[in-house]
């Protein structure tokens, strides 16, 4: 188990590496951020972000709660 293991983590490695090469081999950077921040954007960006966490992490503490009464229900 531990040589499989050990074998993903070296080929995950190696790909992620193969494709930060290829990223900076293909295209000139893009400044997006500039151009989003130059025009009032940026701050709709981030608000959608931190929308999206704290949606994710409503449903993930909602989750745990009904667990955690399942489980007292069951003992």
């Known amino acids: 188990m531990k040589k ?3 074998f993903l983590t070296l ?3 190696l790909f992620m590496t193969l494709q930060v090469h290829a ?3 293909s295209a000139p950077p ?3 951020a500039g151009v989003l921040h130059q025009n009032g954007k940026i701050y ?3 608000l959608v ?3 999206i966490f704290a949606g994710i992490i409503f449903q993930l503490i909602r989750i745990e709660r009904k667990l955690n009464r399942l489980e007292q229900n069951n003992n």
């Open 49 to 51: 972000l931190v929308t």
């Open 23 to 25: 990223q900076q081999a």
């Open 4 to 6: 499989i293991t050990f």
């Open 11 to 13: 080929l995950m490695g």
């Open 44 to 46: 709709l960006v981030v």
């Open 30 to 32: 893009v400044e997006m």
